[in-house]
């Protein structure tokens, strides 16, 4: 099992910058890929930006040259940098962690709301 806790969400505006973390505790040695997905309201949750274990990286094409992904295996982290904000950020942001067999984790999710 493994658990998922985000945060840095808030409030900022368009244009302004936050970072999320999201730490990861139980069995973190079996994880491979993390990530940050994001559900709008009245919308479908969507990918943000995955991370694999050996670092490389996919970003959705919304937030390329934006956002930036990160992860500390030493500390169980993931981050997401988030840059040059627009109001179509506003979202709740999940962190995403697959472990051993496929089995997907997600955290409560943190609520990011940028004004225009």
């Known amino acids: 099992q493994v658990q998922l806790v985000e945060s840095g969400g808030g409030l900022v505006q368009a244009g302004g910058s936050l970072r999320l973390s999201c730490a990861a505790s139980?069995?973190?040695?079996?994880?491979?890929?993390m990530g940050w997905y994001r559900q709008a309201p009245g919308k479908q949750r969507e990918l943000v930006a995955i991370i694999t274990s050996g670092g490389s990286t996919n970003y959705a094409d919304s937030v390329k040259g934006r956002f930036t992904i990160s992860r500390d295996d030493a500390k169980n982290n993931v981050a997401l940098q988030m840059n040059s904000l627009k109001p179509e950020d506003t979202a709740v942001y999940y962190c995403n962690a697959v472990g051993y067999a496929s089995v997907t984790y997600w955290g409560k999710g943190t609520l990011v709301t940028v004004s225009s």
């Open positions: 139980g069995s973190t040695f079996r994880i491979g890929v």
